[in-house]
Every structure is written in C-alpha cells, then in structure tokens.
C-alpha cells in the first residue's frame, strides 16, 4: 500500500489541503467538528508529514523517534511542531509513529529501536507507570514527556519533563471550591486509565477532601471504553447521558479542553445557561477553549516550553552531559466566561 499524502487526507475529508495542514498544526480558526474528522482519517489510514519520511530515508543513524500516544489530541499539535523543528535544527532526522491507545508505548519504543539505528526517543503522551525492567530494555537515550512519573534513579538514560498533573488539577479545583461550588462533576477517564486522568483525579479528590466536602461517586463522570478518549465528542456524549441523570451539581470540570467544549454544548443544547445554570472548566490551555463563547476557564500547560526542554535534556543525554533527570513546569489557570468567581 503506498504512503498515504496530504492530498490523500483532503479528498477523504472532502477539504483543501491547507484545512488539513490548520488541523495538523491546530491553528483557531478551522470548524472543531471539520478539525475532528481530519484527525480521525489522520488516525485511521496512518499518515504522517512527509517530511519525517524523507529525512527517516535520508539518515537512520542520526535519527530521532518521537512515539505518540494520542496523535489526534490537538494539544500534540504545537509540541509535535517544536520537536521537529528543534531535532532537525541539530541536523537529526526526525520520525514520528502513532502508538495506538491499547499499545505499550515502550514496547513499540522496543520494537522501533530495534528495526531502526536511533539516537534518541521521545514518548509524548502515554502511561503515569512503567516498571524499571521495562525501561530498562529501551538502550538508547529517552525523555517521557508531558507525563509526569516516576524514574527509577538506576536508569540513568532516561528523564522525564511534564507539569504535576495532579497538582494542577488539584490548583483548578481549590479555584472552584473557593469560588462557592460544593456539587463539582468531573469529567475523567476510564477506570483502567494509568496516565494523566489518574492523575487530575486524584487531584480532584484531594481539593475537594482538603475543602471538607465528600467525594460523591454519582459526581465521577467516566469516559466510554469503546470510543476514543479526549475528544469534543466523548464529552459531549458523557456529559448529555450524565444530565439525564438530573444530579445535583454546579459545576463541571473536564480533565481536558476538548472534553470540556464537548461537555459546554451538551449543556446550551440541554437548555441551561453558562455559566449562569452550570459553570464548565478544562484542563490544557488549547486556543480552540480560548476562543469558543464563552471562553472556557482552563489550566494553561505550558506545552511548547515543555517540548524544547525535551530536546535539551534529550540531546544532552546523547551526548553524554550531566543534565536534569525531572523537569517539572507549572502550569497557569486561566479564567474564561465559562465560570463565576
């Protein structure tokens, strides 16, 4: 089968190619629903910029592999942009592979390493918890970011660069608790998640614990396991199923942005006001949150800053410098007209 194009992806979504590269690059002003769909066939018939072909022919030995967990987040979007731009300005070629939801992504990294000469790996996305025995398969020099786990201090050729997620999460919901609300829903992954929902859970528990209020399990709005995760589509879908449900509540807090605008037109399409009948706030930053109406009160990841310190600590690992095994960036609440103080 030959590689599927840019072009390719346009005629599938029956788009020009510059609405697919918007999508690509998560530029603000394409349709959410449009950027959806062109990310879906991006997912389904595996395309990549063809750039990362060109130069993974070019020079395999010099060769950077960036693993994505999530390649239709749109969070992804920019970081992905800074990643390649950094590797190639350090004359590396840059490849990028897509690791499926249920996909052990060092496993792939494994695989990957073994069918490529590489210097490097970068896991973007991905799981909170891997075992040392595992990462200690991966031979080369690897950076897991923007997920925030623990490094065994043996391993030596690998770090990790994110925000806390359960601090921050924890940060979002200390805002809401001290802005009146006692009944905040929050919308979170599956029970077998092991990556940041677990961890913006728990900071959701501990807020609401530090606050005196109870933790009600009705309140604990779960993504579907048969659809993928993070999208406007399973917020909206989760969020429409969880008012039917007529549960007391304020506020719904969504563990991520797109989650969060799914979870916003369920509720107008509902028939309730925000924030007036229901204040609603995510979790990424994304200019797609920024710009909807109403703005959505968000936690601002830091993601670009997050991919060059990535590089960094990744190049100087390959060349054998002393360098940081933990980078951990802070994140900044942002306030949109999505909630009431």
Known sequence: ?????????????????????????????????????????????????????????????????????????????????????????????????????????????????????????????????????????????????????????????????????EAESYKMVDHLCRSGHKRIAILTASERDNSIGKKRLEGYLRALKDHGISADEELIVRMKQDQRSYTIRQGYEITSRFLEKKKEFTCIYAVSDTLAIGALRAVIDAGLKVPEDVCIAGFDGLDIARYYNPAVTTICQPGEEIAAETVRILFDMIEGKETSRRVVFEGTLLKGGSTID
């Open 1 to 165: 089968m030959e590689q599927v194009t840019i072009k390719d992806i346009a005629k599938i979504c029956n788009v020009g190619v510059t609405t697919v590269s918007r999508a690509i690059n998560d530029h603000p002003d394409i349709n959410p629903e449009t950027k959806q769909r062109i990310m879906d066939a991006i997912r389904e018939y595996h395309y990549f910029p063809n750039n990362s072909a060109r130069n993974l022919k070019r020079s395999e030995n010099q060769t950077i592999a960036v693993l994505v967990k999530g390649i239709s987040n749109p969070f992804f979007g920019p970081i992905i942009e800074v990643l390649e731009r950094e590797i190639i300005r350090r004359h590396f070629s840059f490849v990028l592979q897509q690791v499926e939801e249920e996909e052990d992504e060092v496993e792939a990294a494994i695989s990957l390493e073994k069918e490529k000469r590489l210097k490097g790996i970068i896991f973007l996305g991905g799981s909170v918890h891997h075992t040392a025995n595992r990462l200690r398969l991966v031979r080369i020099p690897s950076v897991i970011s923007t997920v925030d786990t623990q490094i065994p201090p043996d391993i030596e050729n690998c770090a990790v660069v994110s925000i806390d997620d």
